[in-house]
T-cell receptor, first 111, second 112 residues
């Protein structure tokens, strides 16, 4: 069965650079979520989209933005990167508010 | 404030030694409680959804139960391949979306 696809799997950036993370949800899923998971931490909700419209927003820094495109894929854009942004970033998708299925994540390292 | 607390933080079991993981929650109207398994460096893998007190779900050696204040994940006769972090998460009534509030997880190690 198709799963949530994230790219890239690993990303190394320098401080103050910009990063773009991509997410391809499970086909026919209408909701996409982004989570950030720091080392030894639980996933923290960043932002979500329902039918390409932003539906909820969590503790997402102003330096981050996201959008969902007409083909339902989503991108998380992160600017002015800081060392503290180093984390695993997960995308998840669901059909409305049923169980969310997570991708394998993008490991971002800021040096 | 909506909150999820898992205990213990870490659990070591011998193969075949059954035990339970606890997830306590305080939320403004529970819409759903979810259990996930996470292996190091990988995405959470969905296990169960529970919606109402008294509900139970089973899958292989795992059984999840739900009361009005907490959920338990029972592991019967665990095997080394059950070693992972188990995450509990809730959807709260304070949100009109499906976002999840996670607990800190229980890291389970099963020794042969």
């Amino acid at each position: 069965a198709a799963g949530v696809i994230q790219s890239p799997r690993h990303l190394i950036k320098e401080k103050r650079e910009t990063a773009t993370l991509k997410c391809y949800p499970i086909p026919r899923h209408d909701t996409v979520y982004w989570y950030q998971q720091g080392p030894g931490q639980d996933p923290q909700f960043l932002i979500s989209f329902y039918e390409k419209m932003q539906s909820d927003k969590g503790s997402i820094p102003d330096r981050f933005s996201a959008q969902q495109f007409s083909d339902y894929h989503s991108e998380l854009n992160m600017s002015s990167l800081e060392l503290g942004d180093s984390a695993l970033y997960f995308c998840a998708s669901s059909l409305k508010e049923t169980q969310a299925f997570f991708g394998q994540g993008t490991r971002l390292t800021v040096v | 404030e909506d909150q999820v607390t898992q205990s213990p933080e870490a659990l070591r079991l011998q193969e075949g030694e059954s035990s339970s993981l606890n997830c306590s929650y305080t939320v403004s109207g529970l819409r759903g409680l979810f259990w996930y398994r996470q292996d190091p460096g990988k995405g959470p893998e969905f296990l169960f959804t529970l919606y109402s007190a008294g509900e139970e779900k089973e899958k292989e050696r795992l059984k999840a139960t739900l009361t009005k204040k907490e959920s338990f994940l029972h592991i019967t006769a665990p095997k080394p391949e059950d070693s992972a972090t188990y995450l509990c998460a809730v959807q709260a009534g304070s949100s009109n979306t499906g976002k999840l509030i996670f607990g800190q997880g229980t890291t389970l190690q099963v020794k042969p």
